[in-house]
């Protein structure tokens, strides 16, 4: 890699900064709220819902 | 009617149904050798070891047959689209060098203006640390401006802070400024594309509303290294053919390689937004290997991802030697380890979690081989001595069968599944007249068995430093983010002894090792360990330039017309700009 020179430039970057078109960009769900163990649990609770955890049996 | 997919999911069963095949062959042959002198549990470990390692050799040699029975084929486009939509160019760069990377855009700018398109836009999304890099980048910017001619087309921005790294950097792009724009091509920072390639994927991108990713194959270019022109090589003979059969076997669920790709930034924002993990890194925290979820994740939202193997003018560069390669490896294997935590995530398409599979596999396979390696050495050790005279009273000893036969039946087939395709590949390319870029047929034939021996050296050291990758991920240590080496990549044998002394003592460890206690092994174990014991020889010599007539390839003897107008620009820029074309800039 070539070693960065010095520079004396007054150039004003900002005014190449990029255009102002916003796009939200909401963020995907990739993990569940529940262990797979839990989940699995689950499945055989009468209404389907999540199994409760030790603490809240307790 | 069979129904649109039945072809795709036939193909796919075809292909992981012989890849078992060969893994169970594989397994009940150990089984018989194991058997010959009564069956011990470490002969089980063995056969389910070479078994997982088989399946996946042989899922790889698969992919390179489907991939010789066909050709790449231009997919269909009604009415022919305009190629105008609003479309961005993108390079990230990262503590990068600004001349060779502008003078990159540069080249594309030129590219495209040949084509008679000077509507594209440019953005330097820049996450560079260092301020002198940054000073630099900023005074080049200034002369790529000046000139292209490019106020209102090209962009440049520095972030504060580079959270997430190049996926947020990306994203950051997006939330700013991406509804200016219906598609959006994310290059790296050694990137080159063609300007007529640029404008036919914006094409492609128009004729079908529901793509939402188009990847092209980058072809490495300029590779002067042993190693780098054997990688070279490999990629521009070999790959388009493994590329092809995973072409044939995607689907609507291709992939995303981070770059030489296009987007429509639509689909991108609405399905690409990533959440940083639970827990720190290596498993947590932001996601590493972003491109391969990105895919994952457009595909789940039902649009499409596409491979496009067909399109030429896509180019990169690679890594020039073993060590810089390694360090690459390094953060690929800690990003798709991280995968494992995504396999089970919500809605995603069964082939992108077979995707994040095959990821994994292809940095934890190498520690399947080192099991069935130590197993074998210990296997005499632990082994009970054979009883000659099982039936008592019986006075004449009792030689179990020899079934070494099935043992050397085994290497054949595990050492064709390596070689074959490779072998097939330069058939075919000779049978069709295809060799004459790579030097005609006898020279290809020749590259290829040049190839497939220099790999048989590189590999030990390769195979080490994977297993150490992801040890080392296993144990928590965070790569981090390491700015990659571009350059001549030349290494002293003191820095190649520096880098690899410790393969250097496994090596000659795993060799004793197996002339103390496995003896019979040894012929075996020798092309193994050889290697690593020269590996610091090994990482020297290949780092060399090559003078070699073998390995040629196209971009060599014709380099890509982008190429040359990187290099006229790159030799313009050698000399420092004039204050005045500064000046003009500001104006």
Not at chain 2, 529 to 543: E, K, Q
Request: net charge neutral; proline share 8%.
């Amino acid at each position: 890699m070539t070693q960065p020179q010095a520079t004396h430039l007054s150039f004003d970057i900002s005014a190449f900064s990029l255009p102002d078109a916003p796009m939200a960009m909401p963020q995907q769900v990739l993990e569940h709220d529940q262990g797979l163990l839990r989940r699995l649990m689950a499945l055989f609770t009468p209404d389907h819902t999540d199994a409760p955890s030790a603490g809240a049996r307790m | 009617m069979l129904r649109p997919f039945t072809g795709l999911y036939a193909l796919r069963s075809l292909a992981i149904l012989l890849s078992l095949v060969a893994g169970l062959g594989a397994f009940w042959l150990f089984m018989q050798f194991g058997r010959s002198d009564g069956l011990e549990a470490l002969d089980i470990i063995r056969a389910l070891l070479i078994l997982i390692s088989t399946l996946w050799l042989a899922w790889g040699a698969v992919q390179a047959l489907i991939g010789l029975t066909t050709l790449p084929e231009t997919p269909p486009m009604p009415p022919r689209p305009e190629g105008r939509s609003r479309t961005i160019i993108l390079m990230p760069v990262y503590n990068e060098d600004p001349r060779v990377s502008f003078a990159r855009l540069a080249a594309m700018d030129a590219s495209l203006k040949a084509e008679g398109a000077d509507y594209l836009h440019f953005a330097v999304l820049s996450d560079t640390r260092s301020d002198a890099i940054a000073a630099e980048e900023q005074h080049l910017f200034a002369r790529l401006l000046a000139e292209t001619n490019g106020a209102k087309r090209f962009f440049y921005r520095r972030r504060s802070a580079n959270t997430g790294k190049k996926a947020g950097n990306i994203e950051d792009f997006i939330t700013r400024s991406g509804a200016g724009y219906d598609f959006a091509l994310i290059l790296d920072a050694d990137s080159l594309m063609e300007g007529a390639t640029i404008l036919e994927m914006v094409r492609r991108m128009e004729a079908e509303p529901h793509l939402g990713l188009l990847q092209t194959l980058p072809k490495v270019i300029r590779a002067g290294s042993r190693f780098g022109r054997a990688m070279q090589f490999s990629a521009s003979f070999f790959s388009p053919v493994f590329a092809r059969g995973l072409a044939m076997m995607q689907g609507q669920t291709g992939p995303f390689w981070g770059h030489n790709a296009m987007v429509r930034t639509r689909a991108f924002a609405e399905s690409c937004g990533l959440p940083v993990l639970r827990g720190a890194p290596p498993f947590g925290g932001h996601i590493m290997s972003h491109d391969y979820v990105e895919a994952a994740l457009l595909a789940r939202q039902n649009w499409i991802v596409r491979l496009d193997d067909d399109l030429g003018g896509s180019y990169e560069e690679g890594p020039e030697n073993i060590v810089d390669h390694a360090k690459r490896d390094r953060r690929w294997c800690q990003g798709n380890l991280q995968h494992s935590r995504l396999l089970l995530a919500p809605g995603l398409k069964p082939w992108s979690r077979f995707v994040f599979v095959q990821g994994i596999m292809a940095y934890i396979a190498p520690l399947f081989w080192i099991g069935f390696l130590t197993a074998s050495i210990l296997a005499p050790l632990l082994a009970d001595p054979i009883d000659y005279f099982p039936e008592p009273y019986w006075p004449f000893p009792y030689f179990p069968p020899s079934e070494a036969s099935k043992a050397i039946g085994l290497a054949i087939g595990i050492f064709g599944l390596l070689l074959l395709p490779k072998i097939l590949i330069a058939l075919r390319a000779a049978l069709r007249d295809e060799a004459a870029p790579f030097g005609g047929a006898p020279v290809a034939f020749a590259s290829t068995i040049a190839e497939l021996l220099f790999s048989s050296i590189t590999a030990p050291i390769l195979l080490m430093y994977a297993t150490r990758s992801v040890f080392q991920v296993l144990m928590g240590r965070d790569g981090g983010w390491p700015t990659n080496n571009r350059g001549d990549g030349r290494l002293s044998l003191s820095d190649a002894y520096a880098a690899s002394n410790w393969i250097t003592a496994t090596g000659l460890i795993v060799t004793l090792a197996a002339y103390l206690f496995a003896p019979h092994l040894i012929f075996w174990l020798l092309p193994v360990g050889l290697p690593m014991i020269a590996a610091p020889v090994v990482l020297w010599w290949s780092s060399q330039p090559s003078k070699s007539p073998l390995m040629r390839v196209p971009s060599e003897s014709h380099p890509p017309p982008v190429a040359t107008l990187h290099d006229a620009i790159l030799e313009r820029w050698s000399v420092p700009s004039e204050p005045e074309t500064v000046a003009h800039v500001q104006a």
